[in-house]
């Protein structure tokens, strides 16, 4: 008989994995609208010379590098997803850590969607473009990544004091 603690930890990892697959399962649609609209097609602009939607078939990571180093991506992702998920079995199940399992799943969400790219098609579809800060093409999973990256570092860094940090790196006893 399981205890009321493991059944409400179960249910939050359940949770976690439906929240990562309707993420990567977002993403996933988000590139295949790109494909099948923009790819062969001159740039959708959404606001003149500020925002455009381009298809981009990106072989290497952000801004262009490790281009076709695709073993480099998978082996990245594999470790990522050990790190993803010690944390989250570590971070404390209540309302307080919310934030931090959110941005856990977020990041597991954006290099999953990627992946799944890299093994099926060998490149990564990026179609978001800010022309006025002729900022890198980019997609869903890349805003899942970023965003949940800096959360996670605001919050470590602004909002969760030490002592509840240690409670995440110290081993879980419930």
Not at 147 to 164: C, D, G, P, R, S
């Amino acid at each position: 008989m399981k205890s009321a603690g493991t059944q409400n930890r179960t249910g939050h990892y359940i949770s976690a994995i439906l929240l990562v697959i309707l993420g990567v399962a977002l993403d996933q649609y988000t590139k295949q609208l790109a494909i099948t609209h923009l790819k062969g097609q001159k740039p959708f602009v959404i606001l003149n010379n500020i925002f455009e939607l381009q298809y981009l078939e990106n072989r290497g990571a952000a801004f262009g590098l490790l281009q076709n180093q695709q073993f480099f991506f998978f082996i990245s992702v594999v470790i990522i997803s050990i790190v993803i998920i010690w944390f989250y079995t570590r971070v404390p199940i209540n309302r307080r850590f919310l934030p931090l399992r959110l941005c856990a799943v977020f990041i597991m969400a954006g290099a999953f969607g990627n992946c799944i790219d890299r093994v099926t098609q060998r490149f990564v579809v990026d179609f978001f473009y800010f022309s006025l800060i002729d900022f890198p093409i980019f997609n869903v999973a890349d805003i899942y990544v970023t965003v949940a990256t800096f959360f996670l570092a605001l919050l470590i860094l602004f909002y969760y004091k030490e002592e509840e940090l240690a409670l995440i790196y110290r081993s879980r006893t419930e």
